[in-house]
């Protein structure tokens, strides 16, 4: 395990859907549905309309949130509600995650595309609340939304991160592009690894990763 690759680091930034938990927990599918729908109703298009203009809203603005106030000056603060008022009775707690993340050194941060109360929510069904320092949403980057490197610049400025003390742990490796730029130590989370030049570790065991680096 990379332990030397993280003794500088004493500032770690978490990625909240599909990072702190599993991606078989499927949390994304119910929201986008709800998505899907707010797209519907707000602009008045069929589901196949709605599914297109989700799909180029992502590729031309990095969120369907993004392209929907970009191109149609949408109110994010109701969109955020709706589409995260989902079920979360199946996610489980995960106590050797909680162990693994308590024990790192430092200063520890989520920071999400979704909402902050969307993220607390995840956090305690997950058995992870107060581990964090901060929970940070999209709404804390002005709804700018992760890939952009402005998002990570505001986000990272009100936590007080500084990147060359840091690591970043995100299952979207275009997630990770910007905070590479910026010099942090970068993790991919995810079943299956993708290689490229900004991505410098991957696991597909989160807590087991962290437990090795302490």
Do not use: C
Request: overall charge negative; hydrophobic content about 40%.
């Amino acid at each position: 395990m990379p332990k030397q690759s993280f003794s500088h680091v004493r500032q770690w930034v978490f990625d909240l859907d599909n990072t702190l938990y599993h991606p078989s927990a499927r949390l994304f599918d119910q929201i986008e549905v709800k998505m899907t729908a707010y797209v519907m109703d707000a602009l008045k298009v069929d589901k196949a309309e709605a599914d297109r203009l989700r799909s180029h809203y992502w590729r031309e603005h990095g969120t369907t949130l993004a392209g929907l106030m970009r191109e149609h000056d949408l109110d994010p603060d109701p969109y955020l509600v709706a589409v995260h008022d989902i079920s979360m009775d199946h996610l489980e707690e995960d106590a050797p995650l909680a162990a693994a993340i308590s024990n790192l050194p430092g200063k520890k941060i989520v920071y999400t595309n979704g909402s902050a109360p969307y993220a607390e929510r995840v956090l305690a069904a997950r058995g992870l609340s107060g581990l964090f320092d901060e929970v940070f949403g999209v709404e804390h980057a002005d709804y700018h939304p992760k890939p952009e490197r402005r998002a990570f610049n505001r986000v990272f400025a009100r936590a007080g991160i500084a990147p060359q003390q840091a690591a970043m742990f995100e299952d979207d490796p275009r997630n990770l592009t910007a905070p590479h730029e910026m010099g942090m130590r970068t993790v991919h989370v995810a079943p299956e690894p993708v290689k490229a030049a900004h991505i410098h570790h991957h696991s597909d065991d989160l807590a087991g990763f962290l437990a090795a680096l302490t």
